[in-house]
């Protein structure tokens, strides 16, 4: 059984920084596309950053250019999401996923294999 687990959200001020997790059991990450979203309320859910490591491919969404990164943790089977420079805007739940291909994950609509539960962003001085 597939379950994946994000952690690492909370309040933070406008400027500030949070790394989020992805903790993976019952698959392994590095075989495929991971994905991090995020859906404020009221909004659609959109893609924030997405990377198959195997493929070398990443995609990140402009709004993320500079402030985020996304890195990865084979022997803890771990994807993180940096978030630097944080904005009012950046709010939301952030959930990670899997799927095939960069491509089929994070262009258009999200083709995705499982979802985490997500975790809680909320900047705010």
């Known amino acids: 059984q597939v379950q994946l687990v994000e952690s690492g959200g909370g309040l933070v001020q406008p400027g500030g920084s949070l790394r989020l997790s992805c903790v993976a059991s019952g698959v392994t990450l590095d075989d495929y596309a991971v994905g991090w979203f995020r859906q404020a309320p009221g909004k659609e859910r959109e893609g924030v950053y997405c990377?198959?490591?195997?493929?070398?491919?990443?995609w990140y969404a402009d709004f993320v250019k500079g402030r985020f990164t996304i890195s990865s943790d084979n022997g803890k089977n771990t994807v993180y999401l940096q978030m630097n420079s944080l904005k009012p805007e950046d709010t939301a739940a952030y959930y990670c996923?899997?799927?095939?291909?960069?491509?089929?994950?994070?262009?258009?609509?999200?083709?995705?294999?499982?979802w985490g539960q997500g975790t809680q962003v909320t900047v705010s001085a």
């Open positions: 990377m198959k490591k195997r493929d070398d491919m990443i």
């Open positions: 996923a899997t799927g095939n291909s960069v491509q089929r994950l994070c262009f258009g609509r999200p083709e995705a294999l499982d």
